[in-house]
T-cell receptor
């Protein structure tokens, strides 16, 4: 199955609550990235965490990475209605079979709905 | 500064016609990536460029797809003899170096009738 699978597929919360999304992957990675996509819009890069990092913060976002479990989580604190979007994790891995080419692989995303 | 731009933003074409999609990366970014997102699906990696060369073309869905990048800047993705299953949003991204954060353009919505 696919590298970079998010769960849950859909999440609905009230404004002000925290939202947690998880991502699991299968192979060794160089880094893991989280993106947001609003309906009908392009992807927006949120945060990148390198394979030797365990936690990273950016504003209301907190990302953790556990390379032993091959998983990452994205926490959005004090959610707002404007946070409603699809959230994707993407793994940056080196594809040895392709002569060490780098590849960014996205999961199918978590649809977050924040209710006012 | 200016972000990644793509053109056209929307393209409707008839089955069997060729289409050309354009990506203008952020100035100074050496790496450029093409992705495809079908309705309800995650992103599918197609190809990336380091400078003008594409080390790995295995992500292209078929030999009807080709991409080129000249001058280390603008890239075009060409789909020949389009099929209905080619309908998707085609996204381009660029980064300063391959290992760095990728910045995405708004995408081109392609509809093949």
């Amino acid at each position: 199955s696919q590298q970079g699978e998010e769960d849950p597929q859909a999440l609905s919360i009230q404004e002000g609550e925290n939202a947690t999304m998880n991502c699991s992957y299968k192979t060794s990675i160089n880094n893991l990235q989280w993106y947001r996509q609003n309906s009908g819009r392009g992807l927006v890069h949120l945060i990148l965490i390198r394979s030797n990092e365990r936690e990273k913060h950016s504003g209301r976002l907190r990302v953790t990475l556990d390379t032993s479990k091959k998983s990452s989580s994205l926490l959005i604190t004090a959610s707002r209605a404007a946070d409603t979007a699809s959230y994707f994790c993407a793994t940056d891995a080196t594809i040895i079979s392709s002569g060490s080419a780098r590849q960014l692989t996205f999961g199918s995303g978590t649809q977050l709905t924040v209710l006012p | 500064g200016a972000g990644v731009s793509q053109s056209p933003s929307n393209k409707v074409t008839e089955k069997g016609k060729d289409v050309e999609l354009r990506c203008d990366p952020i100035s100074g970014h050496t790496a450029l990536y093409w992705y495809r997102q079908s309705l309800g699906q995650g992103l599918e990696f197609l190809i990336y460029f380091q400078g003008n060369s594409a080390p790995d073309k295995s992500g292209l869905p078929s030999d009807r797809f080709s991409a080129e990048r000249t001058g280390g800047s603008v890239s075009t993705l060409t789909i020949q003899r389009t099929q209905q299953e080619d309908s998707a949003v085609y996204l381009c991204a660029s980064s300063f170096r391959v290992i760095e954060t990728q910045y995405f353009g708004p995408g081109t919505r392609l509809l093949v009738l």
